[in-house]
């Protein structure tokens, strides 16, 4: 086979595999109903490399609690490795998707990426055409100190930005939309998935954060938000967040009403973390002696919060789901939840706007031959459906048809599905056409601009086949036609007073006079 011919072959097989992968990955429903049956899963990827942690400091109430780090020594730190578990819907083409991450809850002292209810969030959302990831954060805190406290919180919030930063340098091999990156989490995790998104400048961060003493030793600056972990070339924010039983340790992380909005849920009688404003923990707070937790804000402070500036939310109140707001006993989610938070994300973030089609809605029957076509850079490929016609030229992966009309068809029709290159899904736009023969189309304004449809009886600016009648009038009425255009009509009758203005480089063809 000669060299050229084989090229021609080849680059034939892959644009057609490429087409395919964009055509397969336009999938109905995807992102707001559950649309593969399958989950991969791949287990143990590090993205943060040798992260200081601190070391527990062994007290009465540490070992009583079987080791949880209840007060750790800041000033000393040994090295840790942080991992992730990735979940994507098995058999999906698609080169471009949104990521959730999703951080565990126990109170920045216990919990693991691979709690059940973690691992269910996140196959629950890969089965909606989402890649989702369970990740680690450093535990570690200091019951004892509220200001030291706030320092924890702060570390896991660094741990999710390193997360988000992997995804942005390894979006390729992922086929991850790095404009569309979200962050969940329930409890502590839930505070890390709100901070992440609203703690976002380093005039934010609480004071311990930036270093001082603890039992007389000196315990370093924990750095800038995007200073520790890996691919620190990007930014670590993500774009929207979802929180179960979460809370924040200032409103003014809140800052105005452009800010992303959050979907929350939370019930009333949580005992861990408070519902409105107060400490966590209240439920234990008589045993354990000496806390000092920090005050912070639960979801219906942060509601209000919103609603001051304005900024869009959705919060789910409860009243009889305590502090594991999304789990329905020990094995199984609440059905609510992640249809809720799904539902959120796509019509908030991912669906695309409203496209306007354009097009002649009204022809004649020796124009039967038409375009159609729509202007929305958002939009990459195109479902479109037409009804007693046939497209003559263009195809779902381009913006503008031609389409030629059944002039024997009763309900003539274009509906468009659009897709955004993840392929979210808009709603679907119909344009009805009408084949008109002989028609007539009365003026029905006063005087006024032939090219303004509400003046003409039919609704649209007259067709070449249309029979155009002007009344006559009791005194002088103007029509101005437009400039640089060509009017045809089948006929015209002018009543008495009416005028017509035909402006320099317009011309006006009358097929029957």
């Known amino acids: 086979m000669p060299l050229k011919l084989a090229f021609i072959i080849l680059s034939a097989i892959l644009l057609s595999s490429v087409i395919c ?3 397969n990955a336009q999938i109905p429903g995807r992102y707001h109903q559950e649309v593969f049956a ?7 990827i590090q993205f943060s490399t040798a992260v200081p942690q601190p070391i527990n400091e062994w007290d009465i109430q540490s070992l009583l609690s079987g080791g949880l780090p209840l007060n750790v020594k800041e000033y000393d730190t040994e090295n840790v490795n942080l991992k992730m578990d990735i979940f994507e819907p098995s058999g999906d083409v698609s080169e471009k998707r949104p990521l959730i991450i999703i951080c565990f809850g126990g109170g920045f002292l216990s919990g693991s990426r691979d709690y059940w209810s973690m691992r269910l969030l996140a196959q629950g959302f890969a089965r909606m055409g989402y890649v989702t990831a369970s990740i680690d954060y450093r535990l570690g805190m200091n019951i004892y100190d509220k200001d030291l406290g706030a320092r924890s919180v702060y570390r896991a919030v660094q741990d999710s930005r390193s997360a988000v930063r992997y995804f942005k340098a390894h979006a390729a091999e992922y086929n991850i939309d790095i404009e569309n990156i979200f962050i969940g989490g329930h409890s502590a995790g839930a505070f890390v998935a ?15 954060t930036r270093g001082g003493t603890q039992d007389g030793n000196a315990y370093p600056d924990l750095g800038c938000l995007d200073c520790v972990g890996d691919n620190l070339s990007f930014s670590g924010r993500a774009k929207g967040v979802f929180s179960l039983a979460g809370a924040v340790g200032a409103l003014s992380y809140i800052e105005h009403a452009q800010e992303s909005p959050p979907i929350m849920f939370h019930s009333s009688d949580d005992g861990t973390v408070p519902y409105g404003t107060g400490k966590p923990f209240s439920d234990l707070a008589s045993i354990i002696i000496g806390e000092d937790f920090p005050v912070v804000h639960g979801s219906s402070i942060i509601a209000k919060r919103c609603d001051t500036l304005g900024l869009e939310y959705e919060f789910n109140a ?14 199984a989610l609440h ?22 089609l354009e097009g002649y809605a009204d022809i004649c029957p020796d124009d039967l031959f038409q375009s159609y076509s729509l202007s929305n850079s958002a939009i990459k490929y195109f479902d479109w459906q037409i009804t007693d016609g046939t497209i003559v030229n263009g195809s779902t992966t381009d913006a503008s048809i031609t389409v030629e009309w059944n002039p024997e068809g009763s ?21 009805s056409v009408a084949i008109h023969d002989g028609s007539m189309n009365q003026w029905i304004g006063n005087g006024g601009e032939w090219g303004d449809a509400n003046n003409w009886s039919n609704g649209y600016i007259p067709l070449p086949c249309e029979h155009v009648v002007f009344e006559e009038k009791n005194t ?7 400039p640089n ?9 002018l009543g008495n007073n009416i005028i017509l203005n035909i402006p320099e480089g317009t011309s006006l063809k009358v097929s029957n006079q």
């Open 318 to 331: 409860y009243t009889n789901r305590g502090h594991s707001v999304h789990e329905n006993g020990s094995v």
């Open 194 to 208: 709100l901070h992440n998104v609203y703690l976002d400048k380093d005039s934010e961060r609480p004071f311990p």
């Open 485 to 493: 255009v060509s009017v045809s009509l089948l006929s015209l009758m």
């Open 335 to 356: 059905s609510d939840i992640i249809p809720k938070i799904s539902n959120w994300l796509y019509t908030k973030y991912l669906k695309p706007e409203d496209v306007s």
């Open 476 to 482: 002088v009425t103007e029509i101005n036609l437009p």
């Open 21 to 23: 992968n964009r055509i």
């Open 411 to 431: 309900n003539h029709k274009v509906e468009l599905v659009p897709y955004t290159e993840n392929g979210s899904e808009g709603d679907k736009q119909t344009f």
């Open 38 to 44: 399958n989950v991969t899963e791949t287990n143990n």
